[in-house]
């Protein structure tokens, strides 16, 4: 596609409950981000894909939070048993390479995700 | 490890230059980025310099890179009320690809 597509764009969930946030990127890059932005704060790394391969899942915050991505296009992020601290902004980005061109990266509009 | 600092606000009137300064603690960077991110929107890309530059200029855009120090800078000439925004600063390394962020400016153009 065009821009990099995240869904939904909102989401609302009780505590406990599980979530997955969906990313599209943009057709033919093969790395994949994601972000998370909490209120007032920096965006947080949470985990790379090259491919359909995660080399870099430092970020994820607990064993609550996985991803996977499949055929090297679209993503899912998963959140089990939601807890009000995971209410954020999940941005995914992708790239052509590894993340170093020279344009960096594209980001989709992200998911605001609130547990009540 | 790697960690990446920005102040937190600025304010300054319209027409004034805009300075947005960053540090960071990793000296392998290879790409530093500026993005842009308005109330609601995602992150748009302003700029990017290569790590073996010292200046590059876009437009009303000018990136200085000082590598001994670390300390990266946008400016910002002729700021309007329509670059009001949050700026941040991030970083890519050889090592993994990823982008790491400083917490933002939050710029704010009185007219």
């Known amino acids: 596609g065009a821009g990099v597509s995240q869904s939904p764009s909102n989401k609302v969930t009780e505590k406990g409950k599980d979530v997955e946030l969906r990313c599209d990127p943009i057709s033919g890059h093969t790395a994949l981000y994601w972000y998370r932005q909490s209120l007032g704060q920096g965006l947080e790394f949470l985990i790379y894909?090259?491919?359909?391969?995660?080399?870099?899942k430092s970020g994820l915050p607990s064993d609550r939070f996985s991803a996977e991505r499949t055929g090297g296009s679209v993503s899912t992020l998963t959140i089990q048993r939601t807890q009000q601290e995971d209410s954020a902004v999940y941005l995914c980005?992708?790239?052509?390479?590894?993340?170093?061109?020279?344009?960096?990266?594209?980001f989709g509009s992200g998911t605001r995700l609130t547990v009540v | 490890g790697e960690d990446v600092e920005q102040s937190l606000f600025l304010s300054v009137r319209e027409g004034d230059s805009s300075v947005i300064n960053c540090t960071y603690t990793d000296s392998s960077s290879t790409y530093l980025y500026w993005y842009k991110q308005e109330p609601g929107a995602g992150l748009q890309l302003l700029t990017y310099?290569?790590?073996?530059?010292d200046m590059k200029q876009d437009q009303r855009l000018t990136v200085l890179l000082n590598k001994k120090d670390k300390h990266l800078s946008l400016r910002i000439a002729d700021t309007q009320t329509g670059d009001s925004a949050i700026y941040f600063c991030?970083?890519?390394?050889?090592?993994?690809?990823?982008?790491?962020f400083g917490q933002g400016t939050e710029l704010s153009v009185k007219p």
């Open positions: 980005a992708s790239s052509l390479a590894k993340g170093q061109g020279a344009k960096g990266y594209t």
């Open positions: 991030a970083v890519s390394y050889n090592q993994g690809g990823k982008l790491i």
């Open positions: 894909f090259q491919g359909n391969s995660a080399p870099d």
């Open positions: 310099i290569f790590s073996n530059m």
